[in-house]
Nanobody
């Protein structure tokens, strides 16, 4: 079992930066890929970024590529998401999620087994 908790959300002006993080506890061996998703009001949840062990391969949605950076410690304890150049359209609840190991890294929320409770990120114009 894996427990995920997001932290670091808040309000920021457009063009600013924010760092949110996901703390993972439980069986690290149950994590193959850690991902970030977001859901804006009235919209479906969408993929943001993912990082896979042990390869360290990283994936980004086109909408955040070049602005957001996902990282982690080797122990899979924390997965920060550094967000730079924020835009009002980045406003959403951000969720971290864990995919089981030995699976293809995925951008589909249905492929993730564990989810955090979400952190609100609001970007004002």
């Amino acid at each position: 079992q894996v427990h995920l908790v997001e932290s670091g959300g808040g309000l920021v002006q457009a063009g600013g930066s924010l760092r949110i993080s996901c703390a993972a506890s439980g069986r690290a061996s149950s994590i193959g890929t850690m991902g970030w998703f977001r859901q804006a009001p009235g919209k479906e949840r969408e993929f943001v970024a993912a990082l896979t062990w042990p390869t360290g391969n990283i994936y980004y949605a086109d909408s955040v590529k070049g602005r957001f950076t996902i990282s982690t410690d080797n122990a899979k304890n924390t997965v920060p998401l550094q967000m730079n150049g924020l835009k009002p359209e980045d406003t959403a609840v951000y969720y971290c999620a864990a995919q089981l190991p030995y699976r293809q890294p995925s951008s589909k929320e249905g492929d993730y087994a564990y989810w955090g409770q979400g952190a609100q990120v609001t970007v004002s114009s």
